[in-house]
């Protein structure tokens, strides 16, 4: 059975096709298009029309490639900037009308559980687990076992995109900028402690696009390494060598600071993750499948 998760997000709208192959899940499509809806949120705190309508045609799109490639269940969610949108129902109503799905807005806690059942399922872990999910508008931590599931969500309203917009300006970014960055970084985090897991892995578009600077693990020296590298040139240069796109590339630094905070934090590295928060969609769509689909889910 094919499923696809459409996941609009601060920075980016994503959707995701897949189905069940051997107890994982095998990718058939998946786009993206940087929608950067919380760089379009204005005094009063609602989203723009000219911004709602570009993302309303981006997940209606996106819902035509689904269906294209055969999937049979599409469940559409947003995350921070919608949720904390003031107008998010008329932004909700406007999507249905254009793309014809219904919108869920995910609460914090429900969007960690879903990243934590996308990077549980796709990567193999054992022990209490933190999945760190750092997304554009806001980062999330979540505790749990595999057994067990999730213990506990923390969420917190500081995220690549919005530290970017705030505090960088020059490309690439100026060693005073990094600091403001870190110094930031530093102050909001303050008082803020963690349990130690087992183990810790990192979801998200900052950490699977770090995949190509420095590899599947990020700790200190790897996470500084990505910074001298993406301050060392141009974002256009950046892009080019390590094949990805500018508009990642200039929020890139704050996603690997507030990763690496987090790391810090936890007392561990970070395994990139396999998945997260669509892969979890995706997974909650097999569970109420027919009994073919969880099997080979469950094979």
Do not use: W
């Not at 107890?23 to 609602?46: C, F, N, P």
């Not at 998010?88 to 059942?117: K, P, Q, T, Y």
């Amino acid at each position: 059975m094919l499923c696809a998760a459409i996941d609009i997000g601060s920075n980016t709208t994503r959707v995701l096709v897949a189905e069940p192959q051997d107890g994982q899940l095998r990718k058939v499509m998946e786009q993206r298009a940087y929608t950067r809806i919380d760089k379009a949120s204005q005094h009063d705190g609602a989203i723009d029309q000219a911004k709602i309508d570009e993302v309303a045609d981006v997940v209606a799109t996106q819902v035509r490639l689904a269906q294209e490639v055969g999937a049979e269940a599409i469940r559409t969610v947003a995350t921070a900037a919608i949720r904390e949108a003031a107008n998010r129902d008329e932004i909700i109503a406007e999507i249905n009308r254009v793309a014809n799905v219904d919108v869920d807005v995910l609460s914090e806690h429900e969007e960690g559980r879903l990243a934590f059942i996308g990077a549980t399922k796709t990567h193999p872990v054992e022990g209490e687990v933190a999945v760190v999910d750092v997304g554009g508008g806001s980062s999330e931590v979540v505790f749990g076992t595999v057994p067990d599931g999730v213990r506990s969500v923390r969420s917190f309203k500081i995220g690549s995109g919005s530290l970017a917009d705030e505090l960088l300006r020059q490309d690439p970014p100026a060693p005073a900028e990094i600091r403001a960055v870190r110094d930031a970084i530093g102050d909001f985090f303050a008082d803020v402690e963690f349990d130690r897991p087992a183990q810790a892995v990192a979801v998200g578009g900052s950490a699977t696009s770090l995949r190509s600077l420095v590899g599947a693990v990020l700790e200190y020296e790897t996470l500084e390494r990505a910074i001298r590298v993406l301050t060392g040139d141009p974002i256009a240069d950046v892009a080019k060598r390590f094949e990805l796109d500018p508009r990642r590339v200039r929020i890139l630094p704050t996603g690997v600071l507030l990763l690496e905070k987090l790391s810090e934090l936890l007392g561990q590295p970070l395994q990139i993750g396999k998945g997260g928060l669509r892969e979890g969609v995706i997974l909650t769509l097999l569970n109420g499948a027919t009994d073919g689909a969880k099997k080979a889910l469950a094979a």
